[in-house]
């Protein structure tokens, strides 16, 4: 058995929108490639745009990609037997709690349903969910069951979806920017509360964020993305003390960390357009350190595979070094 949860090989994401003759095409995600440890959290941060989303999305199996391999446990997650299995192995929590919740159900009703539906509850449905609801800190568990999510907080929503969640067994849990709509005390709650869960279930998580402080907060290690690509990644504490793409350093100028330990000053390029440039590097209109070089040949991920990599030039040097 391999090390690994989830193993994610050269993904590809290209939306097409028109017709016929003037389609437009889009690459959301490129080439992205990483694995996820069993028992490990894998933040992936990027801004808005650069395509997280759409890499969840594939990897729970809600749209195709149009390249790449997705192995889970080492299995295909497309193979047909395996196929019925994955939903309750692989969940996802979703930035919105109030959109999940249905207002007209009970917080007892949106927990209890999927447990009948896939006849996961041992005792009654409604012994589990009042356990469910206790283990998210959703306490005493009988003032909560009854209630319809308009009676109950935001972070007590989110708690209510991790409760439903959980209820499904899963091994790894997607969570798509899980408390960027709370308040920050409420979305260290959260966060908290799922790093418990990650020791008692052993779960592991890939965690969505545009916030490095919460990728800091939470995660084994950090993958970041810019324009659909992987332009660093790496152990959380390295690429957050010793960032190296130019593109990493300025996140961390633009995050409202506390944690943070100074960083080198960077001069921050202001460029309001969004168009990406159609060669070399994706990341030149914006990098204080762009060369001739950077502008004309694509660039590719420096490192190791299982270990730091770059995709910045500046790297060529010391990072092929030590790959060889
Ligand atoms: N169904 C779709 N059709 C066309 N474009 C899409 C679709 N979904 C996402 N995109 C585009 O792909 C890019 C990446 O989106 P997304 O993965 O949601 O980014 P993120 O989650 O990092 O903010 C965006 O430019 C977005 O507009
Ligand atoms: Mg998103």
Not at 55 to 66: H, S, V
Not at 289 to 305: D, M, Q, R, W
């Amino acid at each position: 058995m391999s090390n690994y949860k989830l193993q994610v090989k050269e993904l590809n994401k290209i939306f097409s929108s028109g017709v016929m003759f003037k389609k437009d095409q889009f690459q959301a995600v490129k080439n992205i490639s990483f694995n996820l440890r069993k028992g490990e959290i894998l933040a992936i941060v990027g801004e808005s745009g650069s395509g997280k989303s759409t890499t969840a999305r594939m990897i729970t199996n809600l749209i195709k990609p149009t390249s790449g391999e997705i192995l889970y446990d080492g299995t295909n997650i497309n193979n047909r037997k395996f196929k019925r299995l994955l939903p309750e192995k692989i969940q996802m929590v979703f930035q919105d709690p109030f959109a999940a919740l249905n207002p007209n159900h009970t917080i007892g009703y949106a927990i209890g349903r999927p447990l009948e539906l896939k006849k996961k509850a041992k005792g009654t449905v409604r012994e589990r969910v009042l356990e469910l609801l206790t283990q998210v800190g959703l306490t005493p568990a009988e003032d909560f069951i009854d209630k319809y999510p308009y009676q109950i907080s935001g972070g007590q929503k989110q708690r209510a979806v991790i409760a439903r969640v959980l209820g499904l067994e899963p091994e790894v849990i997607v969570a798509d920017e899980p408390t960027s709509m709370l308040d920050v005390s409420i979305g260290i709650d959260i966060m908290n509360l799922m790093l418990d869960l990650r020791e008692e279930k052993k779960l592991s998580y890939l965690l969505i964020t545009h916030n490095l402080g919460s990728a800091r907060y939470m995660a084994d290690r950090i993958m970041v993305v810019f324009a659909g690509e992987v332009v660093e990644i790496g152990n959380a504490e390295e690429v957050i003390n010793a960032p190296k793409h130019p593109y990493t350093k300025l996140l961390l100028h633009s995050s409202p960390d506390p944690w943070r330990t100074e960083v080198e000053e960077i001069e921050i390029v202001e460029f309001a357009d969004t168009t990406l440039p159609k060669q070399g590097c994706k990341f030149q209109y914006r990098c204080p350190f762009v060369t001739e070089s950077c502008k004309t040949v694509s660039i590719p991920l420096y490192g190791t595979s299982n270990d730091r990599q770059v995709r910045c030039n500046l790297y060529r040097e010391e990072l092929v070094h030590e790959q060889a």
